[in-house]
């Protein structure tokens, strides 16, 4: 049940201390960085989307991880476009596994004409074990490349 705005008013009369406290930790001057909350003594946020324009609240995005910069590569977004990107990620990524299974159907059905070809194929298809679950089209790509480059 939720409380009412009397039981609200209340608490907010008895506990101002806390409350004043909560407001100096929250996310204003904080953000997510690696399952962990950073503290700084700014607010690094403008209130703007980047992507769409929209005012309000609104979350650090990282496009890259940076150990000694937490902040470098981060986009300020609203919540609604930090879904989508994180949608548009995830959906990506599920295309990829999905053109390495194909990719890896293809190796497998194929008939190979030398010993050479062959021992690629299998040298490839140990590497793939290596990664799964997700091995993304362009993982194999690179793998097999390397693989040949070896061989040369």
């Known amino acids: 049940m939720k409380p009412t705005m009397e039981v609200r008013k209340r608490y907010r009369e008895n506990n101002r201390e806390t409350i004043n406290e909560n407001n100096k930790r929250t996310n204003k001057f904080a953000f997510r960085y690696k399952n962990k909350t950073i503290y700084l003594g700014y607010n690094p946020r403008k209130g703007v989307c980047l992507k769409c324009g929209k005012e309000g609240k ?58 050479k070809e062959h021992k690629i194929v299998e040298r490839l298809e140990e590497k793939i074990k290596e990664l799964e679950p997700l091995t993304s089209y362009g993982e194999i790509k690179s793998i097999l490349q390397n693989i040949k480059e070896e061989k040369r």
């Open 58 to 115: 609104t979350v650090l995005h990282h496009e890259k991880y940076d150990d000694q910069n937490p902040l470098a590569h981060t986009t300020e977004v609203c919540y609604k476009c930090h879904k989508k990107i994180h949608d548009d990620i995830h959906k990506r990524n599920q295309e990829d596994a999905n053109s390495g299974k194909k990719l890896k159907e293809w190796f497998e059905n194929s008939k190979l004409e030398t010993v």
